[in-house]
T-cell receptor, first 115, second 112 residues
Framework: GAVVSQHPSWVICKSGTSVKIECRSL??????MFWYRQFPKQSLMLMAT?????????EQGVEKDKFLINHASLTLSTLTVTSAHPEDSSFYIC???????????FGPGTRLTVT | AQSVTQPDIHITVSEGASLELRCNYS??????LFWYVQSPGQGLQLLLK??????LVQGIKGFEAEFKRSQSSFNLRKPSVHWSDAAEYFC??????????FGKGTHLIIQP
């Protein structure tokens, strides 16, 4: 089946630094990937839609300059949290859209802790 | 804008008993609806989806869901739950730009 990986699975960084999270579709090509954020014991909130070769589309209220998204290839999208603050601590989950099944395949998530 | 409501934050069911998790959606067009399960510290796993056709959808792990347009509902059911079904369940609707809008989730507790 379709597999999506994320790296790293867990990262701790200091306030003010930047951290990059990778999302890869391992056995299919994804022209569209999505980034979600999940706070503890809460639901997932769509942050942005990433299309290969073009700028990401951000949901209302998501700072595009803080959450930089790059989708340089059909199998890789990256999310960079710039100048991280403790309130950015969260679980970040990516998904990749299969145009064949119209199903989103989710990665296992990355837990970010900003100290 | 689309929205999803899962009215039950927590549900406790005895092992072997039947289960129904409620989901109501708001969407202007024909909805694409999904149910996902998330175990602690794990990613999301798709249980089933509805795009069109038969309104009773069969999924994995013995789950099924019924789409009722008149009630704007897509409730998840299982005839007999197992302890391993304890998890967080999310109902979701696909939005116009393909991104999913999730409900707040229902935490399922299984009593022995």
């Amino acid at each position: 089946g379709a597999v999506v990986s994320q790296h790293p699975s867990w990262v701790i960084c200091k306030s003010g630094t930047s951290v990059k999270i990778e999302c890869r579709s391992l056995d299919f090509q994804a022209t569209t990937m999505f980034w979600y954020r999940q706070f503890p014991k809460q639901s997932l909130m769509l942050m942005a839609t990433s299309n290969e070769g073009s700028k990401a589309t951000y949901e209302q209220g998501v700072e595009k300059d803080k959450f930089l998204i790059n989708h340089a290839s059909l199998t890789l999208s990256t999310l960079t949290v710039t100048s991280a603050h403790p309130e950015d601590s969260s679980f970040y989950i990516c998904s990749a859209l299969s145009r064949e099944s119209y199903e989103q395949y989710f990665g296992p998530g990355t837990r970010l802790t900003v100290t | 804008a689309q929205s999803v409501t899962q009215p039950d934050i927590h549900i406790t069911v005895s092992e072997g008993a039947s289960l129904e998790l409620r989901c109501n959606y708001s969407y202007g067009a024909t909805p694409y609806l999904f149910w996902y399960v998330q175990s602690p510290g794990q990613g999301l796993q798709l249980l089933l989806k509805y795009f069109s056709g038969d309104t009773l959808v069969q999924g994995i792990k013995g789950f099924e869901a019924e789409f009722k347009r008149s009630q704007s509902s897509f409730n998840l059911r299982k005839p007999s739950v197992h302890w391993s079904d304890a998890a967080e369940y999310f109902c979701a609707v696909r939005g116009g730009a393909d991104g999913l809008t999730f409900g707040k989730g229902t935490h399922l507790i299984i009593q022995p």
